[in-house]
């Protein structure tokens, strides 16, 4: 026993109840295991039994034994402890050894089981009525994450961080239960910034009387990011890529081109947008703005249904309409009259995978008709085209392959904060009814309520949110008819809801001054976003007009995903995307896309669409696809057939006309053709 302890270079005491724990350890190791129990005498207190542990069994050993390793020991620590009776009975045993001890705080958890580990009150962690070590707090969180469903490796170092920043274990695990601490789940502040730019005065501008009277009726000078846009030669017809925060003023510098240029006969103004949603709005707007200065119109995707020309007037002087409505009328030999100038709204839209290369070809097509116009026609110049994003990651490089100038304005009006909890999906709703009363029963100090944008990933869930706020709240999404969306946005404008609960439908830029967005999911729909949607999305909070700051909150079900396509899990996607750079604006062709967009180019350009395809931002393995074409029966030569002119008018990926073709031969009925279609593409 005494050869066994010699040299030991620690020994701890810890009182467990009525007796001690006792631990020596040497070079780092525990070498025994103990408990001691101690005796009353007339020399005050002194050992009465001692048992050493091994594999669990407890070996008595002579009393004199612990007193020998006692005086082995370099140093001795007594674990913190409340004194029996008023006394500490074991310090005075070891007082009556001429035994120096100095008393410490331990971890009583790591005691238990035969550990040694002192606290401060800088190391410990408040757990419930006692502190402990971190070893043992992190232990405790990783056991209460194993319950919730477990956390990536991301998700724990954030809450193993704040553990240590607080020291309050209890705090932390209701994190997991749904509770807002608004100190814990703040996870930054992106700070308000103001780029010194020079104003331009409206009174300067040279434009059409008609416009220029509007506008100095309206301001004295311009925003800044309008002002660089003039500077750069928006006036002069310059190309220009606008890259500006939400809520900085981008759409009136496509307006200040376009109806200039349409009052001086320069040709009309089609503003493009992606969403339906969207262009209804803009339509509105424009109507109301200059509805007396030239006729407004509308031309949207489901022209290729039902192409009725009802609402559309191609001989307009604005033409509002999302990128397919356009495209369409392009396909279909449509005839767009003079067009002056060309707004793309959300060209970031280009890097997206299903809609990317349709928008990318939309503008070559586009091109193409404005220069075969001017050739025709001496009169007409050609167009100019304005290009708008909040978020583009390379914009250099963007700018120069559209061949634009390049008006970039690094802005935040407002300061944004962003904070991360954890809450399972039923528990959500109940967290954002509390946040949406929270934001809805304050005011900034222009005297304006918060009011709420929620985003989540179906229409049915958006319903099913709505119905359970306790304040006015409206589901928004592109299920709702045109009459319905006007209703929530007057609503909302009016400040009547305290909330919107919406799918992308307002991710993509519709109009609302809301001063908090609660991400209900990190997917929109079956895919997770992108650090570009989520930044343009959580963008929407705060208006500098409105509200002193703008407040997001990412509620995350720890270890979830929506589809089993999904590889990664919404604890994962959160402090990636909070932590991530925007990703680049580019265009990726595969076989399918290629096929699709030379099929277009051929039956809008002909001869030319290899032009056409070489122009696109992305690269298109033009031989490759028109031999497909061919194979596939698509063309004959450089002529579409009445199979390819179908397929192309119809947005057809070669995938969906062969399955179509494949039901239509075995005597399928239009519905179940449809029904393999939706099922096909939800499986992919």
């Not at 990536?152 to 607080?166: D, S």
């Not at 990128?323 to 009328?329: F, L, Q, R, T, V």
């Not at 909890?421 to 900034?444: H, W």
């Not at 005297?447 to 944008?453: A, C, E, L, M, S």
Request: hydrophobic share 35%; aromatic share 6%.
């Amino acid at each position: 026993m005494s050869k066994q302890v010699t040299r030991v270079d620690t020994l701890f005491l810890h009182q467990t109840g009525d007796d001690y724990l006792v631990v020596a350890r040497r070079d780092g190791k525990r070498v025994l295991r103990g408990k001691l129990e101690l005796k009353e005498t007339n020399a005050g207190p002194r050992p009465l039994r001692f048992l050493v542990t091994r594999k669990g069994e407890d070996s008595p050993r002579d009393p004199s034994q612990f007193v020998e390793l006692a005086r082995s020991a370099a140093r001795i620590r007594i674990s913190q402890q409340t004194p029996k009776d008023g006394r500490d009975e074991l310090k005075e045993m070891l007082d009556g050894y001429q035994l120096e001890a100095l008393t410490v705080r331990t971890c009583r958890r790591c005691a238990v089981n035969g550990r040694y580990s002192p606290i401060t009150d800088d190391t410990a962690i408040k757990a419930e009525h006692e502190h402990i070590c971190r070893d043992c707090a992190v232990k405790e969180l990783e056991g209460e994450l194993s319950f919730a469903g477990g956390l990536t490796q991301a998700a724990q170092e954030r809450l193993e961080e704040l553990l240590y920043e607080t020291g309050d274990l209890t705090r932390i695990t209701n994190l997991l239960q749904g509770e807002l601490d608004p100190d814990l789940t703040k996870f930054d502040t992106i700070s308000a910034t103001t780029e010194d730019v020079e104003l331009v005065e409206t009174s300067t501008l040279d434009l059409h009387p008609n416009l220029k009277s509007m506008l100095t009726d309206r301001f004295d000078t311009l925003l800044p990011v309008q002002s660089l846009a003039i500077d750069n030669g928006l006036l002069d017809g310059d190309d220009q890529l606008v890259v500006s925060a939400t809520a900085t003023g981008k759409t009136l510098v496509g307006e200040l081109a376009g109806i200039n240029r349409m009052l001086n006969d320069d040709g009309k103004m089609l503003f493009l947008v992606p969403l339906v949603a969207l262009a209804n709005q803009k339509h509105e707007d424009f109507k109301e703005r200059y509805g007396h200065l030239g006729k407004v119109t509308i031309r949207v995707g489901a022209s290729r249904i039902n192409d009725d020309g009802n609402r559309f007037d191609p001989n307009a002087d604005v033409i509002v309409g999302t990128y397919e409505g356009i495209d369409h009328a392009l396909r279909t030999g449509k005839d767009l009259g003079d067009i002056g100038t060309v707004v793309i709204d959300e060209v970031h839209t280009l890097k997206e995978e299903e809609r990317g290369h349709r928008l990318d070809g939309m503008i070559a097509r586009l091109k193409h008709y404005c220069e075969a116009r001017a050739k025709r026609r001496e009169s007409y110049g050609g167009a100019q085209w304005i290009y708008l994003s909040a978020t583009v990651g390379n914009p250099k490089w963007l700018a120069q392959n559209l061949r634009a100038n390049l008006v970039e304005y690094e802005d935040r009006p407002v300061p944004i904060e962003r904070h991360v909890t954890f809450a399972d999906g039923q528990e959500k709703p109940r967290i954002e009814n509390r946040l949406v009363r929270q934001a809805f029963d304050s005011k900034s100090s222009k005297g304006y309520r918060g009011q709420t944008i929620i985003f989540t990933n179906s229409r049915r869930r958006c319903h099913e949110i709505a119905r359970k706020m306790d304040y006015n709240a409206a589901a928004y999404h592109a299920g709702l008819d045109y009459g319905q969306r006007k209703r929530v946005e007057r609503q909302f404008a009016n400040q009547d809801l305290a909330a919107v609960v919406t799918t992308a439908a307002l991710a993509a830029g519709v109009d609302f001054p809301a001063s908090q967005v609660i991400f209900d999911t990190l997917a929109m729909g079956i895919e997770w976003l992108s650090v570009q949607e989520f930044s343009q999305m959580l963008g929407r909070a705060g208006r500098p007009d409105y509200h002193d700051k703008g407040v997001v909150y990412l509620l995350v079900e720890p270890d979830a995903s929506y589809h089993n396509t999904m590889e990664m899990t919404e604890d994962e996607v959160a402090f990636k995307l909070l932590k991530g750079e925007m990703e680049e604006v580019r265009t990726v062709y595969d076989q399918s896309s290629a096929v699709e967009e030379t099929l277009a180019n051929i039956v809008v350009a002909g001869k030319k669409a290899k032009a056409l395809n070489s122009r696109m931002l992305g690269e298109v393995p033009t031989t490759h696809a028109v031999g497909k074409l061919l194979e596939w029966g698509f063309i004959d030569g450089l002529d579409p057939t009445p199979l390819g002119l179908a397929v192309t008018r119809q947005f057809l990926s070669p995938r969906e006309a062969f399955a179509i073709l494949d039901g239509i031969r075995k005597g399928s009925s239009p519905y179940e053709i449809v029904a393999d279609l939706e099922l096909d593409e939800e499986g992919r």
